[in-house]
């Protein structure tokens, strides 16, 4: 069993939940969004539609992740500007430091 230090340690449990574990928001992979929100028809989901979804999935579960994953192009940008994620790297919510995963 490989060891860590105890930095590596304490910073790996900065992103964790109480439980010691990582729950990460995945919405950065934008054609696989595509297929499950239009199955039939993936191509019409305009990218103002997709990043709509983005932001009011993340702000619905922002709080109960210790990670969300965004795309830059469509969402990433928009969750800082509506406050739902740090323009930094990390931000205090509710007593536990996030991260955002770029």
């Known amino acids: 069993m490989k060891t860590i230090s105890i930095g590596k340690l ?3 449990q ?10 990460c928001l995945a919405l950065d992979h934008r054609q696989n969004l595509r297929r ?9 989901v305009r990218d103002e539609d997709l990043t709509r979804f983005k932001i009011e ?3 619905a579960m922002t709080d109960l992740s210790t990670a969300v994953l965004l795309d830059p ?5 928009q969750a800082i500007a509506a406050g739902l994620l740090p323009a930094g790297d990390r ?8 991260r955002l995963l770029r």
Do not use: K, M, Y
Not at 73 to 77: D, G, K, L, N, V
């Open 10 to 12: 304490r910073g790996l």
């Open 14 to 23: 900065q992103c964790t939940s109480p439980r010691r574990t990582f729950t």
């Open 36 to 44: 499950a929100l239009r199955p039939s028809a993936s191509a019409s």
């Open 57 to 59: 999935v993340a702000a």
């Open 73 to 77: 192009e469509f969402s990433a940008a």
């Open 91 to 98: 931000a205090d919510r509710g007593g536990r430091i996030n």
